[in-house]
């Protein structure tokens, strides 16, 4: 063959390459990472009769130096424990001289310690108490998860009622912060006299004492614990200790943050992302339902470390079309992308309740929400949604076994809520079936 068409074919199979074989190749390589295509589920707890509340707005944390110990809660004062990673579970009644009254939040430090945050109820006699809601305590654990301290506060702040808090830890100092929402009256009407405000405290000796709480955001709101109450407040650490909090208001998405451990804050708050229909809106089958913001910044070694993520629902799509949300920053929330929709379902279903975290070990992205995409009716399912390349794409996996029922006649809480570590990715959700109220857990190990 002469040396000019072997310079020809070369050519041609260098198309063939590039135009067959290399698409190919490329097509692979973007293409979406599989799912199993069901999970084991695991009764961590259900209601008993007359239980009063719950169990429900779960809570759960795994502890980064041992992933077989995973810690959750659930209202008003539950608190369980796994071994076995989350396969079996112990319970035990959570309590403190500062009352407990619901609202519980789960997070591990480094160091393998817990932090049970809640509302408090010193005089222990719930809504009749005019002492209810006067502070946020804080319980630590050192035992994983099987006994918690007594608990210290922070927000002291009377006649002022504390509300809807959240806790990070620093991974290097191990700080812990906390933000919530005052109230002046929880439930004024009076928009003159009554405001609302977002709060932020730290601790920096293990949860032992807090500083005193101080008012980070711009805008104040009411009190009536609605679209125009400021809430929802959830935040996150940076890898260089940088401080964020993120909140629902006046149908907006809004965003602070402090370079200082806490000490100072922007003068203007920013705004992630417009909410259409507020942070309140309707489910069929839920007493109320909200799409508060969820706040997490990637601290791994991965291509995406220091992005934050800002991740909530809404129905700017229509009252018959809840879905949900994901925004981006990549330059610690001076700007952020558009948002982009996780759920990736036809029109006219809802989702709703969704819950964000990020696996520090990877970077990758972890979503749990109630899902109706199956149905025309209140049948709900609980799905997963799993981006490995900094919330660009997501895929989308049922995890429930069975669909359940809610009903506006029993309470099912404000929230769920999802950890990740290395891999083994816990969700935790509320079920309800025949009037029972149950805590479901799921076992994911995606390494």
């Not at 992933?67 to 990673?85: C, F, K, P, Q, V």
Request: proline share 5%.
């Amino acid at each position: 063959m002469r040396p000019t068409n072997i310079v020809i074919l070369n050519f041609f199979f260098v198309v063939y390459l590039v135009s067959g074989q290399g698409c190919a190749a490329r097509k692979t390589q973007k293409s979406a990472f599989e799912l199993p295509q069901s999970f084991e589920n695991v009764l961590i707890a259900q209601s008993q009769k007359d239980d009063g509340f719950g169990p429900c707005e779960p809570t759960i944390a795994i502890n980064p130096t041992n992933i077989s110990n995973i810690a959750a809660g659930a209202i008003l004062n539950r608190y369980y424990w796994s071994e076995d990673g989350g396969k079996t579970w112990q319970s035990q009644i959570l309590d403190s001289p500062y009352g407990v009254f619901g609202d519980p939040v789960i997070v591990a430090d480094a160091l393998g310690n817990f932090y049970y945050a809640h509302l408090s109820d010193p005089e222990g006699k719930g809504w009749s108490s005019p002492k209810l809601l006067d502070r946020i305590v804080i319980q630590k654990s050192t035992d994983g998860g099987k006994t918690y301290s007594k608990g210290t506060y922070c927000g002291l702040r009377p006649p002022k009622d504390q509300d809807k808090q959240w806790l990070a830890t620093d991974p290097k100092t191990h700080a812990v912060y906390c933000a919530w929402t005052e109230f002046d009256a929880y439930g004024s009407m009076d928009k003159e006299k009554d405001k609302s405000r977002i709060l932020f405290s730290k601790s920096t000796d293990g949860g032992s004492t807090w500083t005193e709480a101080r008012a980070i955001n711009q805008f104040e709101g009411d009190c009536e614990d609605d679209d125009y109450t400021p809430e929802g407040a959830v935040p996150a650490v940076g890898p260089n200790g940088e401080v964020y909090v993120c909140w629902a208001w006046n149908n907006k998405l809004w965003f602070d943050r402090s370079l200082d451990g806490g000490l100072t804050w922007l003068n203007e708050d920013i705004v992630v992302a417009e909410q259409p229909g507020g942070w309140t809106f309707d489910i069929p089958g839920l007493t109320r339902c909200n799409g508060m913001p969820v706040l997490v910044c990637d601290l791994s070694e991965g291509p995406h470390r220091g992005t934050l993520y800002v991740n909530w629902t809404d129905q700017r799509n229509g009252a018959n079309d809840t879905d949900v949300w994901i925004a981006k920053s990549s330059n610690g929330g001076k700007t952020w992308g558009k948002p982009k929709r996780v759920n990736d379902d036809g029109k006219g279903h809802h989702q709703f309740l969704t819950w964000l975290c990020v696996d520090q070990t990877t970077g990758y992205l972890y979503t749990v929400f109630y899902d109706r995409r199956a149905y025309n009716d209140k049948r709900t399912d609980v799905y997963l949604a799993v981006s490995r390349d900094g919330g660009t794409t997501f895929v989308n996996r049922k995890i429930s076994t069975t669909p359940f029922d809610p009903s506006k006649l029993v309470f099912f809480g404000d929230y769920n809520h999802i950890a990740a570590h290395n891999g083994v990715v816990r969700p935790i959700w509320t079920q309800l079936s025949e009037g029972v109220l149950s805590v479901w857990t799921a076992l994911i190990d995606l390494k």
